[in-house]
């Protein structure tokens, strides 16, 4: 390409027995722009209050009641003590704190304690003993 430049030339065709080639180059003045795209229109709002107006419009107290939530770090099953015999790790009004352990995920046969990583009191366990959770998934509500 810098030869044909050096060479004024702007297009160069070869063909040969089972081989074609083709080069062009863009000159001074000849400058191809494609159109800019149309704006696409904006949707309708569907009439729900965004997270931050929600948040707004929600009281100190009530932001407390609403509460944290401790969830799975993982994709497995939820189990809510280390073996059926043994008592829960914490039940609604337990006090915890950020490495308290709050249940055991298991994923392929593989036990996994997981802690709350928040201090706060228990007050509502979302998922039942045995239920499948997935990363993400809301197991305990904290105030």
């Known amino acids: 390409m810098s030869m044909m430049g050096r060479a004024g030339v702007s297009r160069l065709a070869l063909r040969e027995e089972g081989f074609e080639i083709e080069l062009e180059r863009e000159t001074a003045g000849h400058f191809a722009y494609a159109p800019a795209p149309a704006p696409m229109p904006m949707a309708a709002p569907m009439g729900l209050p965004s997270h931050s107006t929600e948040e707004k419009k929600m009281s100190a107290e009530e932001k407390k009641e609403a509460g944290r939530f401790v969830t799975s770090p993982m994709v497995g099953t939820f189990y809510c003590s280390p073996s059926p015999d043994d008592p829960a790790y914490v039940k609604v009004g337990d ?31 979302l998922v039942k003993n045995g ?13």
């Not at 490495?99 to 007050?123: D, F, P, Q, T």
């Not at 239920?131 to 105030?143: A, M, S, Y």
């Open 95 to 125: 006090e915890i704190t950020e490495n308290s352990v709050v249940c055991i995920i298991e994923a392929m046969k593989v036990m996994n304690e997981v802690k709350a990583g928040i201090r706060g009191k228990v007050v509502e366990i």
């Open 131 to 143: 239920d499948p959770v997935e990363f993400g998934t809301k197991l305990l509500r904290i105030v």
